[in-house]
């Protein structure tokens, strides 16, 4: 095992501003964990943006590997759940936050974070999905539980143009659902109807004050944005349905009544990806290997360096990243 790899390291000067560095470190510099994996790829999130460009209070402790997923291969394990060679894919748990994460060659943690990649995909596919595309499996899971089915009309999705968004408007397409795509970026429509929107909502639809109610619309909806934009969805949603809310871009506010609730009688369903049960982070990747093909994948993602990744955190923050990026390590 080569001893030597490249990370990218974050530090915080003695003004609180966070730097960000590509550094070699070797493995002696990792920290503790029971499995250690040779980094294949990794991604950038929303949250990573606001980790790497210090935009957010992400990172709890200095130096810190940025990185919240990667997939990769085990090289060396104290836990008899997995064996060098495995590949494995993580997502969650604080990493890339609290603990070490995926933007370097070689990573160590805890063997419970780990999920044994499932069949019928590779590591570049795992971060195509990455924790994006594993957030938008648990929204579709959440509507589906909630009893949302194609019978009941069109989904909306909010943010549809970012990684969760676009990987749930291929999602629910793929599960039949009809789906209205929202954005602000309206050289992204045809994008969008490939991945599978059947409809193009323009964000600005959505951005005015909410009415405490207004006509029903959608038969469910994935919300990435939250604020006025989960307020506004929330007052249009049919009877009975649900809403899967997983982000916070526009706002971690909700200028709403509750109204939609008893009169209604709709769900506002949170989605966390972080702290998910491993049986369910287990069920939902075999989804994502069986209802995402490689074709749609590439639909969704780019690749860029390790290198790259400060100026690609900078532009994910101000809406300027389309699907998914892809960390080649």
């Known amino acids: 095992m080569s001893d030597s790899f490249k990370a990218l390291v974050l530090e915080q000067d003695d003004a609180g501003k966070t730097l960000a560095e590509v550094r070699d470190l070797t493995v002696s510099d990792l920290p503790e964990g ?6 294949s790829h990794s991604s950038i999130n929303y949250k990573d943006g606001l980790a790497v460009t210090g935009k957010g209070k992400i990172v709890r402790k200095f130096p810190m590997v940025p990185g919240i997923d990667f997939a990769g291969t085990v ?9 060098p060679g495995d590949a494995v894919v993580l997502t969650g748990w604080g990493v890339g936050e ?6 370097a060659g070689m990573a160590r943690v805890k063997s419970e974070w780990l999920v ?12 195509a999905i990455g924790t994006a595309g594993f957030t938008a499996m648990l929204c579709v899971m959440a509507l589906e539980e909630a009893g949302v089915v194609p019978d009941d009309g069109p989904v909306l999705v909010t943010g549809a143009s970012g990684g969760v968004g676009s990987m749930a408007v291929a999602l629910l397409a793929k599960a039949g659902f009809e ?3 929202v954005t602000g970026r309206p050289e992204n429509e045809a994008w969008l109807r490939e991945l599978g929107a059947t409809q193009i909502v323009p964000r600005e639809e959505l951005t005015e004050p909410a009415r405490p109610l207004e006509s029903e619309k959608w038969g469910g909806a994935v919300d990435t944005v939250g604020g006025q934009i989960l307020a506004n969805v929330l007052a249009s949603v049919r009877y009975g349905k649900a809403v899967a809310a997983c982000g916070l871009a526009g706002g971690i506010d909700l200028p709403a009544t509750v109204f939609p609730f008893i009169l209604r009688g709709i769900r506002l369903q949170g989605v966390d990806s972080v702290m998910c049960p491993k049986p369910m982070r287990e069920k939902a990747w075999a989804r994502l290997a069986r209802d995402l093909s490689a074709d749609q994948l590439s639909e969704v993602a780019e690749r860029i360096s390790l290198e790259q990744v400060p100026q690609v955190a900078e532009d994910i923050l101000k809406g300027q990243v389309r699907g998914r990026v892809i960390v080649d390590l």
């Open 34 to 39: 029971d499995v250690t994996v040779r980094v």
């Open 75 to 83: 090289v060396e394990s104290d836990s008899p759940d997995y064996q």
């Open 98 to 103: 609290r603990y070490w994460g995926g933007l």
């Open 116 to 127: 044994p990649l499932p069949e019928g995909l590779d590591v570049v596919g795992a971060m």
């Open 179 to 181: 789906v209205a795509a």
